[in-house]
């Protein structure tokens, strides 16, 4: 429990930079609000003219966003959301100090815009999908998932959309469309990385000897199968199919492995990222 606590964490804490790194240097600086706490600040910091940072306006918001999180979500997806909440008003805190930026960083908005989606949404996916977040909107995010079956993705969009439109008033209309094209894109992309991280091989192996493949998958991969007995259609002679799931990185070994042990095997691969069970997801 430890070792999966620390590795947990570990994961928080390099989502969580992810996410300030892209958010301070390229989205602070360049007005993009597209969405969370740190799209708020944005606003807030712009309105009072710079009397209230961004990185002291995320914090205030976030905290009081956190108590919501843990009466929503629970003990321990709210410990790993404070943690995250907590180090990333730190580490924005911390730039501005360290790095102190009045201008972004290059003249090509689109450019920094990248940077703004891309960095974030990776951060935050890795967190979503150890059932953590760095606080804010997401969490009402969380909120919507946990409790309809809208994916995070939708659930992000939904949430972050009317504080995306608040930049037009704000910012003017070129911001406002680049906020707005930033949160679409961060909301497919989300989804998108969280499906890749989950991505695992399922395979159907029809073949006649199953007893070594089995032991392979079961000694070696340590992972599971199901078997079942089957009749060719055509040929008619006996054969035995051979179900299971394992990691990218497996399933190459195993490929490997039936293809010397008996290249007559009939072998369907497919991809899957929802998987439920004992090993993967409870």
Same mark, same amino acid.
């Given at each position: 429990? /430890?070792? =999966?606590?620390?590795? &947990?964490?570990?994961?928080?804490?390099?989502? *969580?930079?992810?996410?300030?790194?892209?958010?301070?240097?390229? =989205?602070?600086?360049?007005?993009?609000?597209?969405?969370? %706490?740190?799209? %708020?600040?944005?606003?807030?910091?712009?309105?009072?003219?710079? *009397?209230?940072?961004?990185? $002291?306006?995320?914090?205030?918001?976030?905290?009081?966003?956190?108590?919501?999180?843990?009466?929503?979500?629970?003990?321990?997806?709210?410990? +790993? $959301?404070?943690?995250?909440?907590?180090?990333?008003?730190?580490?924005?805190?911390?730039?501005?100090?360290?790095?102190?930026? +009045?201008?972004?960083? *290059?003249?090509?908005?689109?450019? &920094?815009?990248?940077?703004?989606?891309? /960095?974030?949404?990776?951060?935050?996916?890795?967190?979503?999908?150890?059932?953590?977040?760095? @606080?804010?909107?997401?969490?009402?995010?969380?909120?919507?998932?946990?409790?309809?079956?809208?994916?995070?993705?939708?659930?992000?969009? #939904?949430?972050?959309?009317?504080?995306?439109?608040?930049?037009?008033?704000?910012?003017?209309?070129? *911001? @406002?469309?680049?906020?707005?094209?930033? /949160?679409?894109?961060?909301?497919?992309?989300?989804?998108?990385?969280?499906?890749?991280?989950?991505?695992?091989?399922?395979?159907?192996?029809?073949? &006649?000897?199953? +007893?070594?493949?089995?032991?392979?998958?079961?000694?070696?991969?340590?992972?599971?199968?199901? %078997?079942?007995?089957?009749?060719?259609?055509?040929?008619? !002679?006996?054969?035995?199919? #051979?179900? $299971?799931?394992?990691?990218?990185?497996?399933? /190459?070994?195993?490929?490997?492995?039936?293809?010397?042990? &008996?290249?007559?095997?009939? %072998?369907?691969?497919?991809?899957?990222? !929802?998987?439920?069970?004992?090993?993967?997801?409870?």
């Amino acid at each position: 429990m /430890l070792k =999966k606590t620390l590795k &947990e964490y570990a994961w928080i804490t390099l989502g *969580t930079l992810l996410v300030a790194i892209g958010v301070y240097f390229f =989205k602070f600086q360049n007005n993009f609000s597209f969405g969370g %706490v740190t799209g %708020v600040a944005v606003v807030i910091s712009k309105w009072s003219k710079g *009397t209230i940072s961004s990185g $002291t306006a995320n914090m205030i918001i976030s905290m009081v966003l956190l108590v919501i999180g843990f009466i929503f979500l629970g003990k321990k997806c709210g410990f +790993k $959301t404070a943690y995250g909440s907590i180090l990333l008003s730190g580490s924005i805190s911390l730039f501005e100090i360290l790095c102190p930026l +009045k201008q972004p960083i *290059t003249n090509n908005p689109m450019l &920094e815009l990248c940077f703004a989606v891309a /960095l974030p949404s990776l951060g935050a996916a890795i967190l979503f999908n150890i059932e953590a977040s760095t @606080g804010g909107t997401d969490i009402i995010a969380m909120i919507l998932k946990k409790y309809t079956s809208i994916n995070i993705g939708k659930a992000l969009f #939904i949430t972050d959309i009317l504080i995306t439109l608040l930049a037009f008033p704000v910012f003017g209309l070129t *911001t @406002g469309l680049y906020s707005v094209l930033g /949160l679409a894109i961060k909301s497919l992309m989300v989804d998108s990385v969280i499906e890749n991280l989950n991505l695992c091989k399922y395979f159907n192996v029809v073949c &006649e000897n199953p +007893k070594p493949i089995c032991d392979y998958i079961n000694n070696v991969l340590h992972r599971g199968a199901t %078997v079942c007995d089957a009749k060719g259609a055509f040929s008619g !002679e006996n054969k035995t199919i #051979i179900f $299971t799931v394992m990691s990218r990185h497996q399933a /190459l070994q195993l490929r490997k492995f039936i293809k010397e042990i &008996e290249p007559t095997a009939f %072998v369907l691969i497919s991809n899957t990222s !929802e998987i439920i069970g004992r090993g993967f997801r409870a």
